[in-house]
């Protein structure tokens, strides 16, 4: 599912459920969180998992248990801080099982995987992030398709395509040396955010 917006303004977390598998009409969107606003930076971990990046670079783990009602149920009353620092990177994204991509200032790409991920402990599989690739800051927009696929949106509107085979242990290893070319006319100002299943 696709949305324009995930939050408003006032950092009010919402939730827009399809009506039906045919109309593709979306339900009105129901109110989950508060403050969400202050974020620097929110993305799922799958099945639940929310990570959200503070302005002083904590990374907080939250567990939505409303995720398939759309009803207002946490694991936890709190996010559970589980990592220190993540206001190094201009982009996060989540790799899936855990893996978590983050894109730093400089434009290396570092591989992280929460072995935390389920209970929201502080365990990560290595203290520190493994460089697994380096120019990735040219991009305007870079997001997970899973199972190693990155795609990344370039100034000029092309959509690239990369394969991560290193994503399992965070190896600098890659299908090719350098993406492919999979779309055009994804123009960063037409286009807000992508969000994954």
Request: proline fraction near 1%; include cysteine.
């Amino acid at each position: 599912m696709a949305l324009k917006k995930m939050a408003t303004c006032c950092g009010i977390a919402t939730r827009a459920a399809r009506m039906g598998l045919s109309d593709g009409l979306l339900a009105k969107a129901r109110r989950l969180a508060f403050g969400w606003g202050t974020f620097r930076h929110v993305f799922s971990g799958g099945d639940g998992i929310i990570y959200a990046i503070t302005e002083n670079g904590d990374l907080l783990w939250y567990r939505h248990e409303g995720r398939y009602d759309g009803t207002f149920r946490w694991e936890f009353s709190e996010g559970k801080k589980v990592g220190i620092g993540w206001n190094m990177f201009q982009n996060v994204f989540s790799g899936g099982d855990g893996v978590i991509y983050g894109i730093t200032y400089s434009g290396d790409l570092l591989w992280y995987r929460h072995e935390g991920r389920y209970d929201g402990t502080f365990r990560w599989a290595f203290s520190e992030g493994k460089k697994v690739g380096i120019g990735w800051g040219v991009f305007q927009n870079v997001f997970s398709g899973g199972d190693g696929i990155i795609y990344a949106i370039t100034e000029n509107g092309d959509l690239m395509w990369y394969c991560h085979e290193g994503r399992n242990d965070g190896t600098f290893r890659w299908t090719f040396s350098e993406g492919k070319k999979v779309g055009v006319g994804w123009v960063p100002s037409n286009i807000r955010q992508v969000f994954g299943d």
